[in-house]
C-alpha cells in the first residue's frame, strides 16, 4: 500500500488580479521573480528540501505557463515513481461538475487524489509567497502539540496586522480565536495562509461542509474546527516572508534581493531554491556597458547600463540605454539609447530604440488606480513599444503597440493601453 | 537513428600543465558554464544519436560527476542511453585502457549488441557545434570505409594534431600522427564515421596484433587499403588540450559573432544544472567586455575576463584578460592579469598574479573561512 506521511496541497490557480497585466495571461504563481526564477519556485523548493515529495499543484486560471514549468517535476527533483508532483486542474464528474469555487472547494474536489497516498497529515499552501521554510519543522511542532491544525503564523507590526486574517493564541500557541483584517486587532500574528491538517480532521471538515458554496479556509473550515473544540496551534515563523500580492509589494521584494547582503539571501549553499532554466550559458557586459547594484540572469547580453535592478535571463540592452530601480524579465529586448526608470517590464517583450519610460509626475490610473501606482510602469509580456515614445508613471500597457497608440509620442502619468491580440 | 557514438575521453594532456592535475581534459570547464564534453555529447543528443559510450581513464571521477546524470543531455532514455566506461578488471584482462583502440576493444561487447548500422568517434576535447548526420550523408555519398571530419588547423603549428594531404576528391593520401615538420595545415578534429561491423573487425584484428591506438594503428596503417574520406569542415572548431588553445577558446565566447553562433539558434549546447542564483553586482563593481556566469558576486573590477560559475571577486579587486575558474573566492585588493585560477580556489586578501610572458595558472588552496 503506498503511503505518505505528509503531503502537500499547494494551491496556484488564483489570477492575481492586482498584479494588473503581469498576470493577464499566467497565473500569479508563474510569476517571473528574482532574475530567473518563478513565485511557485519557492514552496516547491521548501517542500522538496523539508522533505515533502508528494505535491499536488491545482491549478485553474490560466494554467499553460505553470504546466509547462512544472512539467513533471524535474527541476525540484519532484519526478518520483510513487508521489513526486501533479498538475490538478478542475475536472468534469458525472454529476456537479464546477470551477475550484474557492481554497476549500479545490482542495474537496482532490479527495481521490489524497486518499491514494493515504497521508497522516496534508499540508496546504499558496503559491503566492516568498519565502524558505522547513515545513518538517512545522510538522513536529504539530506532533508535539497533538494538534488538529496548525496554521502558520508571522509576528507583524500591530499596525499593519489589520491587513491580514490575525490569529488570537494563548501562551501554550494553542489558537483560542481569530479575525479576518480586523479594525482593532487583539494580536499581531499574521496567518501565513499555511496550514497543516491532521488528515481526518481535514477530511471530516471538508466532507461536511461540502456542500457550503466557495468553500474556503479561512472563511469556513477554520471557523468549523474551532467551533468544534478541535486543537488549534499558531506555528510562529520569524523568517523573511513577503507576500507578492501588489506591484509595489512585489517590486519592493525583487529590489530587496539587490541589496549587499540581502535578508532573503539566494546565495546560501544551504536551502537552495530550484527552478527550470531555459538558458545556462553565462551572461556578457560588453566594454560599453555598466552595470551597479543589481541581478543579472543567465544568457543576458548588456550593452547599457543597469543600476539597481533585477535583469531576467536572455535579455538583451542596447548601447546607451540606461535602467533604474527596474525589473526586467526573461528574454526581454530593449533597444539603444533607452531610458527607464521604475519600470516592471515582463517576458519577451520588444522595445524600440530611444524609449523613455517611468518620465513625468505621477497621476492616478485611468484604468485600475489601485491596481497601478507606487510611480511604477507596468508592461505586460509579449508587449511591443516603438521607438522614440514616452511612457509616464502609474501606466501599464499590454499588446503590440504602434507610434499612433501615443498622441504627440507620450503616454501620459496614469494612462493605460491594452490591446488585445487575435483570437482574444 | 543510424548511428551510435563513442566519446573517446580518456586522455590526459601534459600541455595542459597544472590544470589537468585533478581532472580529465574533457572535463575542463569550457565558455563560462560548460565543460568541454557537453559540446560532443550536445551535437550528438541534437543529431538524434540516442545511444553514446564516454570512454574514461585519466582522472575518471571528474567526468563521472558530471555525467552523474544523463538527463541533462536528453539521454537515459528506455531506447539508449549514455554509458561511461572507465576500465574494469575482468576474466580476460586486467589492463588499463592501452590506447584508443584498446579502449574500444575492451567494449566491444556494447559494440555488438548493439544494432545501429554506424559509429560516429568523437573525442571530448572538441569545441564545435556539427551536425553528424551531415558527416554520414557524405561517408554513405562518397562510399567510405572511414570518412574523417577535418579541418583548417586553427593554430600556427599543428604538429600537436594528425596532419592529412586529401586528393581533389577529398580521399586522404596521406596522414601522419603529430609530425615532426607539417606539409598542410589539414588537420583531423577527432571526429570519425565508419560502419560498425568494420569498426568491430577492425579493432579485434588490431588487438591480435597487440596495437592499440585507433589513429596510428588502424586508420593510419590500412589509409591505402581502405577507402578513407576528408569531410571538410569550415565552421568554428577548437580543441583546447594546451593551456594556450585553452585559454584562447575560452577568451573567443568573448566575441559576439561566437556566441551567436554557438548559443543563438535551437541547436542548444547543454549542461549540468547547478541551480545557482543570478550573478550578481554590488555597489563598487565594474564589469567591462566579460563573461559572468551564475552565482558569481562582484564587487570589484572585472575586464575582458571569463568568470565561471559561483565565483567571489572582493572589493577593490582588479581582474584582467584572465579566466576564473568555477567556485573561486578573490579576496579583497587581488590584482590578477593575464592568468588561469584554478577553481575552487581561495586566493589571500593583497595578492598580485600577472602572467608576463604568457598565461599563467595559478592554484592556491588557502583555508576560505580562516580568520
Redesign the interface.
Known sequence: MVKKEMIAMLLAGGQGSRLGVLTEKVAKPAVAFGGKYRIIDFPLSNCINSGVDTVGVLTQYQPLRLNSHIGIGIPWDLDKNVGGVSVLPPYEKSANSEWYTGTANAILQNMAYMDSFNPDYVLILSGDHIYKMDYEVMLDYHKANKADLTVACMPVPIEEASRFGVMIADETGRITDFEEKPEHPRSNLASMGIYIFSWKILKDSLLTLKNQPNLDFGKHILPYCRDNGKRLFAYEFNGYWKDVGTLGSYWEANMELIDIIPEFNLYEEFWKIYTKGDIIRPQYISESASVDRCIIGEGAEIYGSVSNSVIGMGVEIGEGTVIRDSIIMSHTRIGAGCVINKGIIAENVEIGNNVEIGVGEEAPNVYKPAVYGWGLATIGEKTVIPDGVKVGKNTCISGVTTAEDYPDGILQGGGAILKKEDGE | MRAIGIILAGGNSSRMGALSDKRAVAAMPV????RSIDFSLSNMTNSHIQKVAVLTQYNARSLNEHLMSS?WWNFGRKQGGLYVFTPTVTAESSWWYRGTADAIYQNLKWLKESHEPYVVITSGDGIYKLDYNKVLEYHISKRADITIVCTECPEADCSRFGVLKLNEDNRVEEFEEKPMVTSSNIISTGIYVIRRRLLIEMVERCAQENRHDLVQDIFIRYKNLKRIYGYRFDEYWNNIATVDSFYRTNMD??K?DV?KY??GDSWG???K?D?L???????????????????C?INGK?ENS???KDVFVGNNCVIKNSIILNNVYLGDNTHIENCIVESNDTIRANSYHSGEDGIKVVVEKNERYAI
Open positions: 565558455a563560462g558554464a560548460y538527463k565566447f568573448l559576439p556566441r554557438f548559443f549546447i547543454y549542461s544544472i541551480d542564483p543570478p550573478a550578481k553586482y554590488n555597489p563598487g563593481s565594474m564589469v567591462k567586455n566579460s563573461l559572468i556566469s551564475s552565482g558576486i572585472v571569463v568568470l565561471f
